[in-house]
């Protein structure tokens, strides 16, 4: 199917792009990567008036570190960029492990985490990952720069903060204060696909100590949840048994999955709860590590 008729401007600048949006109003859209937009587009499930592709505005594709250790992803990022990253092999173990689980290599060349936050798909994997880290998003437009926690960007499924004539223009992770650990895993179908369930797990470390915990979960609820009690049942202690089996078993009762094609409820639960033993046994507290808590599952 086409899509019905729209007008395209690419701009070469941030203050043209929200210049446009700002005329545009509700019937305008930021395309980035195109990976959602188009294909809703097509669909007809989104029929905006405008495109301002962004793509064309000079500074917008790094992920960089400042000095304190405070990442920034700028909205033309690309998930490949992400997925072959040295900087977030050695410092994100969370965002390391999520990056080759989005979608296929083609998508991946092409769309973006900025635009995977703005889709606010409950099924998109960064949303969690970045929420389990603390993250944020910060938007730009007319009247200025706002930063967006992302336990507040996302406001509904498909739904987010911004105004229609702002554009996010980088997300935020903070530095770790200790040492930074964990992961992501992912229930799939077959490659490529959204997650039937999916959990992202940081925590950070003093010595044995947990300091800081952040647990999110994907495709399990009508959006990304914080799983914010399973993560409180971390901090202040070392990880034992006993401790990863309480925020298993807090995350699994934070989990709102329904029954589809996909599995039952209870199955989905008892994935989140797995999941979340998983990656915190492989947690090495000490050593940032992405090989210890990445990787998919199959499902029939
Ligand atoms: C076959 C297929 C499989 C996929 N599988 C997965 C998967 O397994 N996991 C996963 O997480 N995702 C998956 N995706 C989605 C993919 O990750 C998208 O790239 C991502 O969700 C959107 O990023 P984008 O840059 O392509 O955004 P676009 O498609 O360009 O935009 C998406 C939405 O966000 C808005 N937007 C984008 N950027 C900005 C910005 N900077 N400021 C304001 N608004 C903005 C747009 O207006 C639009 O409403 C899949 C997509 C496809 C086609």
Excluded at 37 to 63: C, Q, T, W
Excluded at 233 to 257: H, K, V, W
Aim: net charge negative; with cysteine.
């Amino acid at each position: 199917m086409y899509p019905s008729r729209f007008r395209y401007e690419a701009p070469r600048s941030l203050n043209e792009a929200i210049g446009l949006l700002a005329d545009g109003g509700d019937e305008a859209k930021v395309l980035a990567g195109g990976q959602s937009l188009v294909p809703l587009m097509k669909l007809r499930f989104a029929s905006p008036e405008l495109i301002v592709d962004i793509n064309n505005v000079p500074g917008l594709a790094y992920h960089q570190a400042d000095a304190d250790g405070t990442l920034r992803i700028g909205a033309l990022c690309r998930h490949s960029d992400l997925e072959h990253s040295e900087l977030l092999r050695s410092t994100q173990p969370t965002m390391a492990a999520a990056a080759p689980l989005i979608a296929d290599p083609i998508v991946r060349n092409r769309g973006t985490l900025v635009g995977s936050l703005c889709h606010a798909d409950p099924q998109g994997d960064w949303a969690s990952v970045v929420l389990s880290l603390g993250g944020s998003v910060v938007a730009q437009g007319p009247r200025g720069r706002r930063t967006i926690s992302m336990t507040e960007f996302v406001t509904g499924p498909f739904e987010n903060l911004l105004e229609p004539d702002e554009i996010a223009v980088e997300a935020v992770i903070p530095p770790a204060q200790g040492t930074r650990s964990g992961g992501y895993l992912k229930l799939e179908r077959r490659v490529g696909d959204f997650a039937t369930v999916g959990v992202a797990v940081s925590i950070e470390t003093a010595g044995e100590r947990v300091t800081k915990a952040g647990i999110a979960l994907t495709g399990v609820g009508g959006s990304t949840i914080a799983a914010t009690e399973a993560a409180a049942a971390l901090i202040g202690r070392p990880l034992t048994e006993e401790s990863i089996n309480a925020a298993a078993e807090l995350a699994a009762q934070a989990a709102r999955p329904r029954t589809d094609h996909r599995g039952s409820a209870e199955y989905k639960r008892h994935m989140v709860s797995t999941f979340v033993k998983r990656i915190l046994s492989g947690a090495n507290h000490g050593r940032a590590s992405s090989g210890d808590g990445g990787g998919t599952e199959r499902a029939a």
